[in-house]
Nanobody, 123 residues
Framework: QVQLVESGGGLVQAGGSLRLSCAAS????????RAWFRQAPGKERDIVAA????????YYADSVKGRFTISRDNAKNTIYLQMNSLKPEDTAVYYC????????????????WGQGTQVTVSS
């Protein structure tokens, strides 16, 4: 059974940092693009950041550029999202995903999804 399991979410004050992890099991995703999406209450799920299979290219939403960093460790079948200078508007459920092809920034490219982890940023 293929699973993507996110961890590292929680409650943090504005200006603080969190590091999310997404561990995969059931198959290797070393040749898959990986990404983080988020969904705030009452809003659609949007891309946050994405990374190619070999980490030679990344994509960031404008709202997180310069604050968030996506990375991956193929040996551990895991991706990470380092989130710094967090803002209340970053509050959302964060999902990780994996794509075998397609555009990094398009949600429809992603074949596998985790269950999500809550990130809450207080002002």
């Amino acid at each position: 059974q293929v699973q993507l399991v996110e961890s590292g979410g929680g409650l943090v004050q504005a200006g603080g940092s969190l590091r999310l992890s997404c561990a995969a099991s059931g198959r290797t995703f070393s040749t898959y693009a990986r990404a983080w999406f988020r969904q705030a209450p009452g809003k659609e799920r949007d891309i946050v950041a994405a990374i190619t299979w070999n980490a030679d290219s990344t994509y960031y939403a404008d709202s997180v550029k310069g604050r968030f960093t996506i990375s991956r460790d193929n040996a551990k079948n895991t991706i990470y999202l380092q989130m710094n200078s967090l803002k209340p508007e970053d509050t959302a459920v964060y999902y990780c995903a994996a794509a075998s092809g397609g555009y990094l920034s398009r949600q429809r490219s992603y074949d596998y999804w985790g269950q999500g982890t809550q990130v809450t940023v207080s002002s």
